[in-house]
């Protein structure tokens, strides 16, 4: 379906990097680690069964970490040490952490001794942050719709209590934990400003504080700066004079037979947004081999070599020069309780490149989004001589994108002039990796085979470039002709929305700028609204992506919308783009809210976490019956093939939300984790963990990072390093993605992680 085209331009920058010795060539020869620690848990009840075993040195290259779970008999087995000196003890549901056992791996059993938790207080102290997020009551139902500061105190736009819980998580929870320790109490508050007397104060002057404090702030006065404040104040009231969530359950079943292994990587306000270990569609490229995340606030591709247990940083380049390019960053409106005034993540002194999402392609280069140059875009991107521009002119984007291989060393930018968000590789021959917009509605791609071929033969990056770039606007097939045809009915110009708030300054496009795929482009979030409906054209419609999954079966690329209650966006690209790029929209049914993360299984069914409402949700468009004539604009088409499946968490206080939050989801299509081809996954970023769910009895398994807690995944994959390795030779990898490493647990100083998660047998295997 792939048609040659001519648009782009591709500088191809070589950089030299000082890579530590060994990093790179060092991690093949690496001795596998066979060290071990075993034993037994007791306490004054008697052998302890699902409770973790930690194990913790700074001896190596970086901070290492191995947790396992112990049986029904309270053994434990921590397999596959490297050899060095360990703290080793225990943290579970019910317990009070044990005192640190300083030890090497041995042969020898050991016996571990657990403490039995006096008072709820003690034992609820490492409940993950969603069931202390619980305890929040939001305003009642009753209040809404907002009427404003001089009514209700909720916000004139918030409609409804789950308007509100959309905002809070989508606004609040999509930077960092709600209910870990730092967020539930407010002793930083009154310790960094002895003026503030009162909860309703101290929240007051949190939410307005750092690099993020406008955004925070804004965020309270759309939710309503009285009502909610009141919902804070009261929440962390009540925990302050000892109330408690409910207990949750210890792990179970195949709980127990993980094994997670942590290392440290970036410092200690990294901002390290994601990861990725392998080619998506070719899960044992990179078997072995290091695991890539970005650092946005430092703009930075961060390398960890699992075999070394080391890790380092190499600077993502820009084509312009760094003090020309734009940081989203803006400077603290109030200074910040623990960086004051520090401008964290500026450029200067940061790197401006911004980088946003990392993915492998088959031959195991990395590619990023990141900024390569200011905002404004180069003019081919609006000349209607070209024929993407002709539908759909640009003329701004926030982000580009670039790709690192290891082998050379050396990175290539790429101009794509669409802004860049998310990525994601097709399984088609020309290996196209597909790009959604934030804050506007295009759907953009790179050829990588024909960038690669074209360059091969020309000798021409901007010929190569030329070839390889495209993108589609979204657009109706509103009168039902099978067809796109010009002209369309166009969007009118609308109001900002919460979305504007919620992503304040961060890398877009530009969805209001001029020239948006149209003369009047709509603003962020808005619907699609048309002006002088004409039912004898084809209808465009701009609905801002949060994230973008090609179909593995067809020429469809999915995306979805965060726009309240939600869209899940079909794009059929068809094999003359843009002339064949047709939009098809699916609004996401009661009581679903928010779509964020978007991912496909290998028979082209759609799963989306609805990051606010706590459901992992399907989508099978071979279900559908009423596709075929008219689009409808409203998202009205295909009920029918959605199904919900709420989480299991304990639920906000007098809601039927629970109150976990899902910054994304991944599909295992290829078995790396055991569970089953195809097993759909959510991350839980709200109570520290990956959730699998089971479809046919809609269970839910939880492997949770009980320490350090925090645990704020943002994305996931999986990695195959040996077909014929057993349990050891494949796993889930995450990192704790959250804006503010400082929440973890060990506060300011503390440094974010690389997570990876083996499912054993049993829990004794080794």
Not at 663 to 675: E, F, P
Request: net charge neutral.
């Amino acid at each position: 379906m792939k048609t040659l085209t001519r648009v782009g331009l591709v500088i191809l920058v070589t950089l030299c990097l000082a890579i530590p010795g060994g990093a790179v060539q060092g991690q093949r020869n690496a001795a596998a680690p066979t060290g071990y620690i075993t034993g037994v848990v007791r306490s004054s009840q008697g052998p302890e069964a699902g409770v973790w075993v930690i194990a913790e040195t700074k001896d190596l290259l970086t901070n290492f970490i191995k947790i396992v779970v112990t049986d029904d008999q309270g053994r434990f087995m921590l397999p596959d040490l490297p050899s060095a000196n360990y703290s080793v003890w225990v943290r579970g549901y019910g317990l009070v952490d044990s005192a640190k056992t300083q030890m090497k791996p041995s042969t020898n059993s050991v016996t571990l001794t657990a403490t039995v938790a006096k008072t709820p207080q003690e034992a609820a102290k490492v409940y993950p942050g969603n069931y202390w997020l619980s305890l929040m009551e939001p305003p009642a139902r009753s209040n809404f719709p907002g009427t404003g500061a001089q009514g209700n105190g909720a916000g004139a736009t918030m409609l409804t209590q789950n308007h509100w819980i959309n905002s809070l998580k989508s606004g609040c929870n999509f930077c960092h934990q709600l209910g870990n320790q730092l967020t539930r109490t407010l002793d930083d508050v009154y310790r960094a400003e002895p003026s503030v007397k009162t909860s309703i104060e101290a929240w007051d002057r949190r939410l307005h504080g750092g690099v993020r404090g406008d955004g925070m702030y804004g965020t309270l006065g759309t939710m309503g700066k009285d009502a909610s404040l009141k919902s804070f104040a009261d929440w962390t009231d009540r925990i302050a004079k000892g109330e408690v969530p409910p207990a949750p359950a210890r792990p179970k079943g195949i709980e127990r037979n993980v094994v997670v292994t942590l290392w440290d990587v970036g410092d200690d306000h990294s901002f390290m947004h994601d990861e990725a270990s392998t080619d998506k569609n070719h899960p044992t490229v990179n078997g072995g081999g290091p695991v890539y995340a970005v650092s946005a606030g430092h703009g930075q591709l961060v390398i960890m070599d699992p075999k070394e247990n080391s890790t380092f940083s190499v600077d993502i380049p820009t084509r312009a020069s760094k003090e020309t390019v734009p940081s989203r960053f803006p400077k603290p409106a109030m200074p910040s309780l623990h960086w004051g005034n520090e401008h964290l993540w500026a450029n200067p002194p940061y790197n401006p490149a911004d980088p946003h999402n990392p993915m492998l392609d088959s031959k195991g280069r990395v590619w990023t989004t990141s900024k390569i140059r200011p905002n404004q875009d180069p003019a081919w991107c609006s000349d209607p001589t070209n024929k993407y521009a002709d539908y759909y002119p640009l003329r701004t984007s926030g982000r580009q994108a670039s790709f690192y291989d290891p082998k050379t060393q050396k990175w290539a930018l790429i101009d794509t002039c669409f802004a860049t968000h998310h990525l994601q590789f097709d399984n088609d021959p020309d290996e196209t990796v597909y790009f959604n917009e934030l804050s506007g509605p295009i759907v953009g791609w790179v050829d990588s085979k024909v960038y690669d071929k074209t360059l091969a033969e020309t000798k021409d990056e901007v010929k190569a470039e030329q070839a390889a770039v495209g993108w589609c606007g979204q657009v109706l097939d509103t009168n039902g002709d099978g067809k796109i045809t010009k002209p369309f009915n166009q969007p009118v110009q609308g109001r900002g929305t919460i979305e504007g708030v919620l992503y304040q300054g961060d890398t877009g496009g530009g969805s209001g700028a001029p020239g948006r795929g149209a003369p009047a482009p709509g603003g962020r979030g808005q619907p699609a609204a048309a002006a002088a409906f004409d039912p004898k054209l084809d209808t465009m419609v701009r609905y801002n992506l949060y994230s973008v999954i090609p179909s593995p079966v067809d020429t469809a690329v999915w995306g979805v919308s965060e726009q309240f209650p939600g869209m899940l966006v079909r794009m059929e690209r068809g094999n003359n783009a843009p002339a064949t790029c047709k939009t098809l929209l699916f609004k996401v049914p009661e009581p679903g809210f928010d779509p964020r993360g978007v991912d496909i299984d290998s028979n082209g069914v759609v799963w989306t976490a609805l990051a606010a409402s706590s459901h992992l949700a399907s989508f099978d468009f071979r279900k559908c019956k009423d596709v075929d004539g008219p689009a409808k604009t409203d998202g009205g088409q295909c009920r029918e093939g959605w199904t919900l499946y709420q989480t299991d968490g304990p639920k906000l206080k007098g809601t039927e939300v629970p109150a976990d939050f899902h910054y994304y989801n991944w599909v295992d299509q290829h078995n790396i984790s055991g569970l089953g081809a195809n097993t759909p996954f959510a991350t839980g970023s709200n109570s520290d963990s990956l959730l699998a769910l089971n479809t046919q009895t809609r269970e839910w398994l939880k492997f949770r990072v009980p320490y350090p807690l925090g645990f704020y995944s943002r994305g996931m994959d999986g990695r195959i390093d040996d077909p014929n390795g057993g349990w050891k030779g494949r796993g889930l990898w995450a990192n704790y993605g959250t804006h503010f490493v400082w929440h973890i647990e060990g506060g300011k100083g503390t440094k974010g992680k690389v997570v990876h998660f083996q499912i054993r047998p049993d829990p004794l295997a080794r």
